[in-house]
């Protein structure tokens, strides 16, 4: 099995076995879930989770490359750099064992729930 962290971004193709591998590992399960319902930076995700931030860096990337999270937002720092946010992008992943063959849906998360969370965040 691949490691999860080092996953080959999608193509058009991506395997049921990519996401699977993907979906095995209990660090990235547990970006998604904190992802689901707050933006975070990659400091406040390897804080959260106690790891490192190159490990936080690498696992966020293989969930962006396969859409399952999204950077929403890039904020310049008082010194000038810049530091980008993540949000799960997603609201059902399902996987499908059909005929010996593994697929995969991914569920994106309606617009309807992305201006509910916008207009959330104003009022808050």
Not at 11 to 22: E, H, K, N, Q
Not at 79 to 93: H, K, M
Not at 115 to 123: A, G, N, P
Request: no cysteine; aromatic share 8%; net charge positive.
């Amino acid at each position: 099995m691949k490691d999860p962290a080092s996953s080959s971004p999608p193509s058009s193709s991506a395997s049921g076995d990519d996401i699977l591998s993907i979906l095995s590992d209990e660090q990235n399960r547990r970006i998604i879930s904190i992802l689901y319902d707050k933006e975070l930076n990659i400091q406040q995700i390897s804080n959260l989770l106690k790891l490192s931030q190159s490990t936080a860096y690498r696992r966020v990337r293989v969930l962006e490359d396969f859409k399952i999270v999204k950077k929403t937002k890039i904020v310049r720092t008082m010194a000038g750099l810049d530091e980008a946010y993540y949000r799960s992008w997603i609201s059902e992943i399902v996987i499908t064992f059909k005929e010996g063959k593994i697929s995969y849906r991914l569920e994106r998360i309606k617009l309807e729930d992305k201006i509910m969370r916008l207009w959330q965040h104003f009022s808050d």
